[in-house]
């Protein structure tokens, strides 16, 4: 379990916990929500040179790393939003994920006493170790100790 | 079929589609992706009174309504990212979404003359017309006429 406490600035977690990218999900994900050729269509002219996951699906296997291993059930409260998504390198069906989170900030909130604001720098990096997606998240989490002075 | 000349700084583009909130299915996408207690958790004491949505959930059913009705199929070279993704209303099942569209910027790529670059302020409302969800996106889209004079 962590707690706002356990995320200080400039520390780097890195997880060797993957995902792996199943065609067919891919190909469902983008029919349900992002059905562009290239994302569905198999014999589609892609300028990808093949079909690709949905930058969608991909940010959507990046929460489930973060999820699973960077955030804990107990301490999180939701998300404000995420910065400066950007998409570097085409995900294909087969590739393994696996997540890099560096904490660039960390703050308790001036307003509400029991909790935190922690920025963090995120990549998703593949089995070639090139990184495919960055973004910046933010997130709230719960002190464990309030009472701390800040 | 839209093209890079048909998308002009300042043009609001709001569509009356929409997509309403499945609770079976946004239990099952965060399931899949998102397994935080208050996405997934009907009796989970959830600091948002009840079952939200995933924030990504929710940012994959405005790309629904993005690709289905202000991208086309043959102009859309996909996306190179987005930018400032914020969460402003919790969206919960039975919402009904849709999308405003703001052209930002369109330039042309100094690199690649077949294609522009388009900046779109992106709004997702729901039926109180309430907004949920706001990003920037950039996308590259081909030109109708390439030969036309920057």
Redesign the interface.
Known sequence: MRYFEDYRPGDVHEFTNTITVDEQRMIE?AT???????HVDKDADS??GGLIA????T???M??LF??HY?S?VA????????????LVPVRAGDTLRLRATVLDARRSASKPDRGIVRTGVELLNQRDEVVMTLDATNFLLLRDPDQRP
Chains 1, 2 share one sequence.
């Open positions: 994900f349900e929500f992002d059905p562009q050729p290239f300028p990808f949905s930058g969608w699906h940010a959507a296997m929460m489930r999820a699973d955030l059930d999180s409260l939701a998300s404000p939003g995420v910065d400066q998504v950007r998409w």
